[in-house]
């Protein structure tokens, strides 16, 4: 099945934790909290809990039997299920043999979230918690992918002499398609994105044996982080940066990110949407006696939202992950697209083509609470239209969308930029 990875919802802030310190984050600006898998299982959040379902749906038409079952919880949400939110950013390996979720504190919780990851057992219901971690506080994830480890296979309908048919009849031929990025045989990688404008890069680490057949202790996965605002790289020899984390106020967070790795191009794409944590007003008494001098300061409430553009951060993504190399990972900004009014800034994508563009404004709003990048056809083998169950639609309107490089970015895209990594980048 081929998907796409989004997130949605737009930033409600929630009452501060602190007097000088106002929240990071509310459920519905993170990511998505349903996942359906290769293997026809929904994977749910709980409404109010943290806790994660599944479900394998049937799919024989008409038949309402269903199996349910619950994924084991870390130690910590077990112990204090209150300072913990339903999870988020839900998404499934290939053939369904990894799974990551993250857990996002609760306003009870002054400190950080989780990110967990199960592997599957020989049975679909059965998983293991493979690695918990936990993230620095208002770091939070706000979407994932695993990259695949082979390539998917497809039904390409055609008639009996091996010519396609219009329309497509009921016999189809098994073809598979080409590379979504680069690939990583039987190592999967995971990718997050954070709120404070991070890549995190999580490599399996292999499966090693002594001489007497025991196997090695090994930390389950390998964690590189660089920043997605400014070309950076990072490899397992360098020393991994610290997020200092203190007052968020006035800083810029991520509101919704989606991340989409693209066919036959090692790039992955990655598109964010941003907003500003506003500045308490408690922390602006002391600059009254200042407003005859410098003019009457503006007011905002605490948990107001700062007046900003609606600008969306495109940033490419380099992963390398074979084994028998140096694993790196490397970002490269792009072209901020902004999306201004009344219409689709067509002008400031001089190598892309807008499709629809005037109805831009009709459906602002939907495409504000949703990202969606979505891989073209390929070009030898068209993949199956098959959407996610949350693919963004926009009623009684035609959806606008930019077509770049391999992929179609739903109200955005942007141009690729020119990188200066020490590590050698393969050609498109």
Not at 150 to 176: C, F, H, M
Not at 404 to 424: K, L, N, Q
Request: aromatic share 8%; glycine share 6%.
């Amino acid at each position: 099945m081929v998907g796409f990875e989004k997130a949605r919802g737009l930033f409600v802030p929630s009452p501060p934790r602190q007097q000088d310190q106002p929240p990071l984050h509310s459920k519905k600006s993170m990511g998505s909290p349903l996942c359906w898998s290769e293997g026809n299982v929904l994977f749910s959040a709980h409404p109010t809990r943290p806790i994660l379902h599944g479900q394998i749906v049937s799919g024989q038409a008409g038949s309402n039997s269903s199996v349910h079952f619950d994924l084991d919880l870390p130690a910590q949400i077990i112990q204090s299920p209150a300072l913990y939110e339903p999870p988020i950013a839900i998404s499934a390996s290939n053939e369904d043999r990894y799974l990551y979720a993250f857990f996002p504190p609760s306003q009870l919780n002054f400190g950080a979230g989780l990110s967990c990851v199960w592997e599957r057992l020989d049975e679909i219901t059965s998983w293991n918690i493979l690695d918990v971690y936990v993230h620095e506080r208002g770091n939070d994830v706000v979407a994932s992918l695993w990259l695949e480890s082979e390539r998917k296979w497809s039904y390409q309908p055609t008639n009996i002499d091996g010519e396609k048919q219009q329309p497509p009849s009921s016999l189809a031929s098994l073809v598979q398609l080409p590379n979504p990025g680069t690939l990583y045989p039987g190592l999967p990688v995971l990718i997050l994105i954070q709120q404070l404008h991070e890549v995190q890069v999580l490599f399996r680490t292999p499966r090693g044996f002594n001489a007497h057949g025991m196997e090695l202790s090994a930390p389950p996965f390998v964690r590189l982080s660089a920043s997605i605002r400014t070309p950076s790289e990072a490899s397992e020899s360098d020393p991994q940066p610290t997020t200092t984390v203190g007052n968020f106020s006035g800083q810029s967070v991520v509101r919704t990110a989606a991340v989409c790795a693209m066919y036959e191009d090692y790039t992955i794409v990655i598109v964010t949407h941003s907003t500003n944590i506003p500045i308490p007003s408690s922390l602006l008494d002391g600059f009254a006696g200042y407003s005859d001098a410098f003019g009457e300061s503006i007011a905002f409430e605490d948990n107001e939202e700062l007046p900003q553009r609606i600008t969306l951060d495109v940033c490419e993504l380099f992963v390398n992950g074979f084994a028998t190399d140096e694993r790196y990972i490397v970002t490269n900004p792009l072209v901020s697209v902004e999306l201004s009014e009344p219409g689709f800034p067509t002008e400031a994508l001089p190598a892309l083509t807008a499709n629809d563009a005037s109805a831009f404004s009709a459906t602002r709003r939907v495409h504000l609470e949703s990202i969606s990048i979505i891989p073209n056809a390929a070009p030898s083998s068209g993949p199956s239209s098959t959407h996610a169950p949350n693919a963004p639609k926009a009623s009684g309107n035609k959806v606008p969308k930019l077509e770049g490089d391999g992929c179609t970015i739903v109200a955005c895209a942007g141009t690729p930029g020119t990188s200066h990594s020490r590590y050698p980048l393969p050609d498109r």
